[in-house]
């Protein structure tokens, strides 16, 4: 079984920063892409950030400059460094990994999500 767990969300301040954490495990053979999405109530799933096993990144125009997204092959984990945070950074942010189990085809996979609020 593979599954995603994030972590580092919370409440933080204009202009403050956090830095969230997804850890892929289990029967894991090989992980591709790997990035994060954010969610707003009443909206649609939004791209925040994107980078390939390369690794090549790619990053919404609104958080270009501002949030730097990294990863750990050897620890199955990906970063998202958020920077000079604003208010509309607030959503549930939402990790996601294309990973080959050992034990079925690719495919994939989400976390259950993180709350970010940006608020004074």
């Known amino acids: 079984q593979v599954q995603l767990v994030e972590s580092g969300g919370g409440l933080v301040q204009p202009g403050g920063s956090l830095r969230l954490s997804c850890l892929a495990s289990g029967s894991i053979s090989s992980i591709g892409a790997m990035g994060w999405y954010r969610q707003v109530p009443g909206n649609e799933r939004e791209l925040v950030a994107t980078?390939?096993?390369?690794?090549?990144?790619n990053y919404a125009d609104a958080v270009k400059g501002r949030f730097t997204i990294s990863r750990d092959n050897a620890k199955n984990t990906v970063y998202l460094q958020m920077n000079s945070l604003k208010p509309e950074d607030t959503a549930v942010y939402y990790c996601y990994a294309n990973i080959k189990p050992w034990y079925r085809t690719a495919g994939v996979y989400w976390g259950q999500g993180t709350q970010v609020t940006v608020s004074s």
């Open positions: 980078i390939t096993s390369g690794p090549m990144s």
